[in-house]
């Protein structure tokens, strides 16, 4: 469950290659390593999972009466 509804990027493997992009005005292309690290960060660093953890903690901490604020 990502927050970001809508968004493409996937995971960390996306935002890395974005900013990789942008800083280098697309001058610096995407070879075989770049697109094994983007998938590997879009694997293990994925938002949906992340998101799913935040949920979980916010839930957990709910359920103790702790909040932020």
């Known amino acids: 469950m990502s927050n970001c509804k809508g968004c493409s990027q996937k995971g960390l493997g996306d935002t890395v290659s974005s900013i ?16 094994k690290r983007k998938q590997w960060l879009n ?19 709910m359920s103790k009466g702790i909040t932020n604020g």
């Open 20 to 35: 990789i992009n942008t800083v280098s005005r697309g001058k610096i292309k995407e070879c075989g390593g770049c697109k």
């Open 43 to 61: 694997e293990n660093v994925s938002y949906a999972k992340v998101g799913k953890i935040l949920e979980d903690l916010r839930n957990r901490q």
